[in-house]
């Protein structure tokens, strides 16, 4: 009993801690201020209980949630476009504080494996070296609220921050 109350408060407090680091953004007008987060839309979970599984041994997979099929990552993690970002530009426009609320959907190699994507697929490099994954010529993301295979909880952030149906298409809230 001591040990799952532990665990449980151990939970609480680091989801209080990423929160707060995520909440900690500075404005700027580089993409590194306030369309990190400044409000989050109702939680919504995904209706499959593990759309890890629609992605596993891939880069990027399908899943079911509340928006319909949408593309998620690896991990299950609900892929995002960020509307500043300039199709086929070959940079991100998501830096700084953006980019560690959102950060970018990497891959090792140069052509991403994809299961049930019909968008072009390609990479872009980060400013670390790594390969960003694009659909479309857009740069993709994950959301940092989003605790679990599914959530879209950052479907219409600021009106930048969209999910991604399996086509390369914006998700409607409807």
Not at 3 to 26: D, E, K
Not at 101 to 111: F, G, K, L, Q, V
Request: proline share 5%; with cysteine.
């Amino acid at each position: 009993m001591r040990r799952t109350r532990s665990a449980f408060i151990v939970s609480v407090v680091s989801a209080l801690g990423a929160l707060a680091l995520v909440g900690c953004s500075s404005g700027s007008d580089s993409g590194s201020g306030d369309e990190a987060v400044t409000s989050s839309p109702t939680s919504e979970e995904s209706e499959t209980p593990s759309a890890a599984a629609a992605a596993m041994g891939t880069d990027l997979g399908t899943a079911e949630t509340s928006l319909g099929t949408i593309v998620v990552d690896g991990k299950g993690m609900t892929a995002y476009y960020f509307l500043k970002d300039t199709k086929d530009s070959g940079t991100s426009a998501c830096a700084d504080q953006c980019a560690a609320a959102w950060p970018a959907i990497t891959t090792e190699s140069d052509t991403p494996d994809v299961g049930g994507v019909t968008a072009e697929v390609g990479t872009i490099p980060t400013a670390d070296g790594r390969k960003q994954i694009t659909l479309d010529g857009r740069p993709i993301y994950t959301y940092a609220q989003d605790m679990a295979p599914g959530d879209v909880n950052g479907q219409g952030v600021n009106d930048v921050w969209y999910v991604i149906a399996p086509d390369g298409s914006e998700m409607d809230n409807d």
